[in-house]
């Protein structure tokens, strides 16, 4: 019975938040290696990118609230996200034709593609705080349990009750769903090919006749999609604040340099890895080593590495690690 209520609190307190989490982080690694791996920089900006898609969406989702419109059980933002995709479509691609296109023709050192997508950052930082502010914005509705400790608890006799909420399933359905008409687009489609061959082959891809600005504007959208996307379900599972999303680019960063910049599955690896490793180094692990371990051997202390506070240099430290020892990642990606 002890070792069963040690293992609903690791699922509770450990493996569910952190497959949710994952799923947040993959998609947003999955933009950013798209953009590393097709127009060959590193943007900066993704985290603010998500949170003007998710800015916009909670604003639509705030218009459906006030004519009574609601999906049920379900967040009601799920309805206002193709509004927040289409207008980080449009920006993205406006940004692109008034910003990173020129430094592109100039052909212009990578380098100098990082810094102008930094400028791009604290612009859009900018405009998201300007229109809703630096604090919380709630935007969550429809049913917060799918199922809840106390009903666990009822149904199992168990001591430790088990609390899933809807918007991590949600999270995970929806990654996987987003994450498989992907692949089937890079892989089945002509302009999917296209754009693997683009980021293969660059000249090759020219010679064959590749329209250069098509595989850009597509890329873009994709990129746009994946970051709103993942800026709702990150803010629906946990919270929307612009300083948090600023912050999101270093775990989304490790997560695709960790599975291989430029691989979309060591994107998703990446960002499970990442997931996972912060949880479990944050986590205090006393309440699942009194189940487990014999009374003689319990720990009186909390048992945790990290403080929560210090969840993001969890990321920077296993970031360092892998630039220093295996820079191309898990999947072999393209050398940072």
Known sequence: M??????????????????????????GAL??????????????????????????????????QSVGISLGPLPTALFAIPVGI???AVLVLGTDRLVYRFYRKQKVAPVIMVIVSIGVMFIYNGLTRLVLGPDDQNFADGERFLISARDFKAMTGLSEGLAIRTTQVLTVVTAILVVAALFWFLNRTRTGKSMRAYSDNEDLALLSGIDPERVVRVTWIIVAALATIAGVLYGLDKTYK?????????????????????????????????????????YAWKKVLVYALPEPLEPSGLMQLLSTDYKFAVSFVILVIVLLFRPTGLFKGKSV
């Open 242 to 282: 612009p300083f948090t999303y600023f912050q999101l680019v270093l775990p989304i960063f490790a997560a695709a340099i960790v599975g291989g910049l430029g691989s979309p599955l060591g994107a998703i690896a990446g960002g499970f890895v990442i997931a996972f490793s912060e949880v479990a180094i944050t």
């Open 31 to 64: 933009a950013v290696t798209l953009i590393y791996g097709i127009l060959r920089f590193s943007n900066f900006a993704h985290g603010d990118t998500m949170a003007l898609g998710t800015m916009v969406t909670i604003i639509a989702t705030w218009g459906l």
């Open 86 to 88: 289409a207008f980080t």
């Open 2 to 27: 002890d070792l069963l209520n040690a293992l609903v609190a690791f699922g509770n307190f450990v493996f569910v938040p952190a497959v949710a989490y994952g799923s947040q982080l993959a998609l």
